[in-house]
């Protein structure tokens, strides 16, 4: 049978190929073990000598000691408890202003601009000032990753809740239902991938926070380690300090990744290609 087009060719779509399972963590890992392995010959063969940077075993050493005498453990609790509650009142923040600025004109209207106004301010210029309005106790340190982790929430937050269907909340409110049910059931359910994106944005802004700070005269958590290493000049120590800063972004990702997949189960997990 010929066609009136003989030019034409079939289509073949380029569909992804499955990928075996365990290939997705090996490749996830070898970054991490490419730069260790890079790190170890450099010490190795000289090019990092200690006063620099000290070797994978001696800051592997340093870890060991500092978690068998505590002085780890404490102080990875006090910066989480630190990182968490600044994270808990900035989430809250951001998404009770994002709701209201999104949801309401009149919002929008008083509280829009000035929050931008906020939001352009880099948080570690507030550090000074945070110093003289709150001393430099815990309150300083915690108010700081709050303000930090307000804004990511806030704007994924207000422009969420402005996507959300128009016709759709004009049928629910002709079905009778009140605003904050309407809140709780209509809105933040359809902008559940914007909080979910601010979320992760302001989970991994918590870890920056936490390192500016620690750095308000801390007498404890993991900044406390790295001033008495820094006065000492224990690179092994500082190494362990920042290693364990990574981690904490690295485990508040994972974090964020996982809400979303337990929250949004139908989103693909990998990339297009």
């Known amino acids: 049978m010929t066609t009136a087009y003989p030019d034409l060719?079939?289509?073949?779509?380029?569909?992804?190929?499955?990928?075996?399972?365990?290939?997705?963590?090996?490749l996830r890992t070898a970054g991490p073990l490419a730069l260790?392995?890079?790190w170890w010959v450099a010490s190795a063969t000289?090019?990092?000598?200690?006063?620099?940077?000290?070797?994978?075993?001696?800051?592997?050493k340093a870890a060991g000691e500092l978690w068998s005498d505590g002085q780890l453990t404490d102080a990875l609790g006090v910066s989480l408890t630190r990182a968490v509650l600044g994270l808990l009142f900035g989430l809250t923040a951001g998404l009770v202003l994002g709701v209201?600025?999104?949801?309401?004109?009149?919002?929008?209207?008083?509280?829009?601009?000035?929050?931008?106004?906020?939001?352009?301010?880099?948080?570690?210029s507030l550090v000074p000032l945070f110093m003289v309005w709150f001393g430099i106790g815990e309150t300083a340190r915690v108010i700081l990753i709050a303000v930090a982790?307000?804004?990511?929430m806030y704007v994924?937050?207000?422009?969420?809740?402005?996507?959300?269907?128009?016709?759709?909340?004009?049928?629910?409110?002709?079905?009778?239902?009140?605003?904050?049910?309407?809140?709780?059931?209509?809105?933040?359910p359809g902008a559940l991938p914007s909080l979910l994106a601010g979320f992760r944005l302001s989970m991994t802004l918590s870890v920056i926070a936490l390192i500016a700070a620690e750095e308000i005269n801390s007498t404890s958590g993991i900044g406390y380690l790295m001033t008495q290493a820094q006065s000492f000049s224990r690179t092994d120590i500082l190494s362990v300090c920042v290693l364990i800063y990574g981690l904490l972004g690295l485990a508040a990702d994972l974090v964020a990744r996982g809400a979303e997949r337990v929250l949004m189960p139908w989103r693909p997990r990998g990339a297009a290609r």
């Not at 982790?149 to 990511?152: A, L, M």
């Open 36 to 38: 260790l392995a890079g």
């Open 46 to 60: 000289g090019v990092l000598t200690p006063d620099v940077l000290a070797s994978p075993a001696t800051v592997a």
């Open 149 to 152: 982790t307000t804004f990511p």
């Open 100 to 124: 209201v600025t999104g949801f309401s004109r009149l919002g929008e209207e008083l509280l829009d601009s000035p929050l931008q106004l906020l939001r352009a301010l880099p948080f570690l």
């Open 156 to 188: 994924s937050t207000a422009g969420g809740v402005r996507t959300v269907d128009r016709r759709l909340l004009e049928a629910m409110r002709s079905f009778g239902l009140g605003r904050w049910r309407l809140v709780a059931e209509v809105v933040l």
């Open 9 to 26: 060719v079939v289509p073949r779509p380029d569909l992804p190929r499955p990928r075996r399972r365990g290939v997705t963590p090996v």
